[in-house]
């Protein structure tokens, strides 16, 4: 295996340190606790799991609602890395028990502890700031353990 390259290692610290920042419900306040992670000009895609949402760091202020119904979200490994100049590929599990707030304030917490996977692509530019994230997310897996609505799960329901 190759050894990464200063900027290679300096990436893929940049990128975990957003992800540890996303994934906490005590370190994420909304896209300020990422800001100095991102690019200006950048973009965030995930189609299926958060279709609304469209920059970076408007996926960790996003995120906050889903951290909210499970407060001890966290991850817990990163599966698999792969850096190759300004990209880094990240599969990962991640754990969390429904404690916090009733999900979409009807189904009330039940403490059900679900565990899931996701990939996430990133490109960084030149001065190491996040530019591209592309996230790929089993949340079928995750609502189906939690007894959450999976009609909600889906996001284009025409196309089935």
Partial sequence: ???????????L???????DIAYSFQKCKGKESVIHLVASQNKFIAPTTFPTVSTV????????????????LHIVSYDFECVKGNKVALRYSAEGTFTGEPYKNKIKPSGV?????????????????????????????????????IDDCIVNKKAQ
Avoid: R
Avoid at 13 to 19: A, D, F, G, I, L
């Fill in 13 to 19: 610290q940049t990128v975990k340190e957003y992800m």
């Fill in 113 to 149: 502890h679900a565990c899931w996977t996701a990939s996430a692509l990133f490109e960084l530019d030149d001065n190491g700031k996040i530019k591209l994230f592309i996230k790929d997310w089993d949340k079928l897996s995750m609502w189906n353990q939690l007894g959450w609505p």
């Fill in 1 to 11: 295996m190759e050894e990464l390259t200063q900027t290679e290692q300096l990436n």
């Fill in 57 to 72: 760091e408007g996926y960790a202020e996003e995120h906050i609602n889903v951290m909210k119904c499970l407060p001890d």
